[in-house]
């Protein structure tokens, strides 16, 4: 018999109410993100314009990070792909970091403001107010991600209301203070890949996995954790799809310009001076200007990440229930499914379950975890998208829990910002509180496993629909 989908808490979809417009219907749903993004956008604009002027700065606190990616993106828009590397931009991500900020640079282009970097010269740009605005908008896209998921989890209306708040409060760091809206629109694609093939649509959830690594490759480091549940047959079209949107876009600007392109996105070069050390900052390739090279290091995480996502795998595949003593494996086709098993590869087969879905998630925090485990120079907005994805699951766990870790969260977005150099006094404690709060959001075990549908057409697929 064809399988019929639930939703990921076990129960029937939730239905639109009727009448009204579907506006409104996403408005009433999506209310908390809606005010959430409000308060951040206002809270954000205050603390970087007016906020000063009452501490008697004259200056605006703004975030000068902003403005290389801005110059990268006025060149992207005027058709020089070949000056996205190039100095002042000091861009280190991929292209889709610029591509994001296209809107904003067109206006700003159209407006005739400039873009000179702020500073004792020019205290107020006008080009913040209209890219101030329009970044910290952009990165309450995670926020909207964030509540989707608690939504497909069965959390509660107010947790949900908590959610929001709480997932605003450390999103100030990136989005007002530092200005790397690439970082939230990432993990916030990463969050709707998670979803899609929560829904068993891998395709949507490669694009969207793809789009996420163009913007911000630190998601990189998940993406082991979303092949974990594929069957081998699904894993080389999802990594095609998740490669082909930054392998376009880098081409590109390797062609205009391979010097700076290939030396800024190998090398990630990172400063000590100006930012934060860690424990393995002497042991990273030195660099020019006191710089020490990143990427070498990112690159090994990513390969910790494959390795813990293979065991994972392993797990998973051992807790799947078991048929006639044997358990079920993941090297099944399509070949020895029947028409009335098999599903369609475009819908990749199986929905999962709650416990599944909330588990990819706290993995996928721990995988993002490792950037700050494991990063040769920190900046303060470093450790925000693994905080960012383990609220979610905290978020099931009932209101102490959620409370202590958005607290957590919170403190830890807070102490992020101090000025301290020392690796005992900045460093160790914020990965003590990350590890903390990955404790404090790790799913509850029931008395049953998880059901993990590694293939289609087999018992586990079945059972896990």
Same mark, same amino acid.
């Given at each position: ?19 009204? +417009? ?17 308060? !951040? ?52 991500? @991929? ?33 913040? !107010? ?5 970044? %910290? ?9 964030? &509540? ?21 409060? %450390? ?55 979303? !092949? ?29 310009? /391979? ?63 078991? &048929? ?5 494996? &993941?090297?099944?086709? &399509? ?16 929905? /999962? ?9 706290? /993995? ?5 975890? @490792? ?31 959620? @409370? ?22 900045? /460093? ?19 008395? +049953? ?17």
């Amino acid at each position: 018999m064809h399988q019929q989908r639930s939703d990921l808490a076990g129960q029937p979809p939730a239905q639109d109410p009727p009448g009204g +417009q579907p506006r409104a219907r996403w408005a009433r749903r999506r209310m908390f993100p809606l005010i959430a993004s409000a308060g !951040l956008l206002a809270v954000g604009m205050f603390t970087t314009t007016w906020g000063p002027a009452l501490i008697g700065r004259k200056e605006w606190a703004l975030p000068y990070d902003l403005w290389g990616t801005l110059i990268a993106t006025s060149r992207l828009a005027h058709g020089n792909i070949g000056g996205l590397y190039s100095p002042p931009t000091g861009l280190i991500s @991929l292209p889709g970091a610029a591509v994001i900020l296209l809107p904003c640079a067109a206006l700003i282009s159209v407006l005739g403001l400039s873009l000179d970097i702020p500073g004792p010269g020019n205290l107020h740009p006008p080009a913040w !107010l209209v890219a101030g605005p329009y970044q %910290i908008a952009l990165c309450c896209v995670t926020l909207f991600a964030a &509540d989707a998921l608690a939504e497909q989890l069965g959390v509660r209306h107010w947790k949900r209301g908590l959610l929001a708040a709480a997932s605003a409060g %450390i999103l100030w760091s990136v989005s007002a203070r530092w200005g790397h809206p690439e970082d939230a629109v990432a993990v916030g694609l990463l969050l709707y890949a998670i979803g899609a093939q929560s829904r068993g649509r891998p395709a949507r959830a490669g694009w969207l996995a793809g789009a996420a690594v163009c913007v911000q490759p630190l998601v990189l480091l998940a993406l082991p954790v979303m !092949l974990a549940l594929l069957p081998w047959r699904l894993m080389v079209p999802f990594l095609v799809r998740a490669a082909l949107p930054s392998a376009l876009l880098l081409a590109a600007s390797a062609i205009a310009n /391979w010097h700076d392109t290939y030396r800024s996105v190998t090398s990630q070069p990172n400063s000590p001076v100006i930012n934060h050390p860690t424990a393995w900052t002497s042991l990273a390739p030195q660099m020019t200007g006191q710089n020490v090279a990143a990427g070498p290091f990112r690159l090994a995480t990513i390969v910790l990440a494959c390795l813990a996502a293979l065991a994972l795998r392993r797990y998973w595949q051992a807790r799947a229930p078991v &048929d006639g003593g044997t358990a079920t494996h &993941d090297t099944a086709t &399509d070949d020895t499914a029947t028409d009335d098993t098999a599903t369609d590869d475009t819908a990749g087969g199986i929905a /999962w379950t709650a416990a599944q879905l909330s588990d990819v998630l706290w /993995w996928a925090a721990f995988a993002l975890a @490792l950037r700050s485990f494991f990063e040769p120079v920190m900046v303060s907005y470093y450790p925000w998208p693994p905080m960012a994805v383990a609220l979610i699951p905290a978020a099931t766990l009932g209101w102490p829990r959620l @409370l202590a870790a958005g607290l957590l969260a919170g403190g830890l977005t807070a102490a992020a910002q101090g000025p301290s150099h020392a690796v005992w006094i900045w /460093w160790v404690p914020l990965v003590a509180g990350l590890a903390a709060l990955l404790l404090l959001s790790r799913p509850a075990r029931g008395k +049953q496993p998880a059901v993990v549908p590694l293939t289609t057409g087999s018992p586990a697929g079945e059972a896990a629909g």
